[in-house]
């Protein structure tokens, strides 16, 4: 009788780590290397892409094999829906998110400096080549700030995706809030209710006191912002300046803001302090001090 050797178990060992397990390590492992001396981590990191390259080079001609046969294909698909096997083929470039992750991630590496100057982005959709994106708060508006925080989002999207060739930027506008506001007057989140969008209307900004603090709110094209009602200048009231083509001139001595980011025009630099404001059933609701 011929023995017959039995097949490979190919399961996994119950001492085997797990895929999380091995994730961290390879990453506690990475974060050593990175902490050594120049002279170490040098020779480190050159072995690391060196063996990578080495088994991209395999993978890719596994899976140029298993493409070319009806079977393997279908073997392949079924493959790429493990975590582990995924993980390796995106850490080697053969598979690839699709392009609304990557522009979101492209996004999150301008965001933190978007919101150090009191704006943000939102990915609204890819279509045509085109990345259509809504920005809020100083990335809106034509101030020199908001040009170049646009430039800033359309250069990450642009390079971080191929699939975009151009970015569209979308009308910023009122949205309901989505922090919950419950009961009248201040809560308890520090959250003062205001007036109604329709009551700012007129040439001039709307002067709203609350708690013997003074703030100004102006509604521009459907776009609404709360500014404490100091002129950068010498501190005086704003309330009794003009609107115009949304740009607010102090009545005292002529200096000019954007009033949708609260930048100086006339003193570039300068600015207005914002106050965090929300929008929930057509109201204004005020983050006050």
Excluded at 19 to 38: H, P, S, Y
Excluded at 123 to 134: A, H, K, N, S
């Amino acid at each position: 009788m011929t023995d017959t050797a039995a097949p490979p178990d190919t399961g996994p060992s119950p001492e085997q780590p797990g895929f999380e397990a091995l994730a961290g390590a390879v990453d506690e492992a990475l974060a050593r290397v990175t902490a050594l001396d120049d002279d170490a981590r040098g020779p480190a990191l050159a072995l690391k892409d060196a063996v990578e390259a080495f088994h991209r080079d395999g993978l890719v001609t596994i899976v140029r094999t298993l493409k070319n046969d009806p079977a393997g294909r279908e073997l392949l698909f079924g493959l790429v829906d493990d975590p582990h096997v995924r993980a390796l083929f995106t850490l080697h470039g053969i598979i690839r998110a699709d392009p609304a992750t990557r522009a979101l991630e492209a996004l999150e590496t301008v965001r933190p400096y978007l919101q150090s100057h009191g704006g943000d982005v939102e990915l609204v959709r890819i279509e045509g080549g085109i990345g259509f994106v809504r920005l809020h708060g100083a990335c809106s508006g034509c101030s020199m700030s908001a040009v170049t925080l646009t430039e800033m989002v359309a250069e990450a999207l642009i390079e971080g995706v191929e699939e975009i060739s151009a970015v569209e930027v979308l009308d910023d506008e009122p949205t309901a809030a989505f922090i919950p506001l419950e009961g009248l007057g201040r809560i308890d989140s520090g959250w003062v209710r205001g007036p109604f969008v329709a009551e700012l209307t007129g040439d001039r900004p709307h002067r709203w006191e609350v708690d013997g603090e003074c703030y100004i709110l102006v509604n521009h094209g459907g776009r609404v912002a709360a500014f404490r009602n100091e002129c950068v200048h010498q501190g005086r009231s704003l309330d009794g300046g003009m609107l115009e083509d949304g740009v607010l001139t102090c009545p005292w001595h002529g200096f000019t803001f954007d009033v949708g980011s609260g930048e100086c025009l006339s003193a570039p630099g300068a600015q207005l302090e914002q106050i965090p404001l929300r929008i929930d059933d057509a109201r204004v609701w005020v983050r006050a001090n």
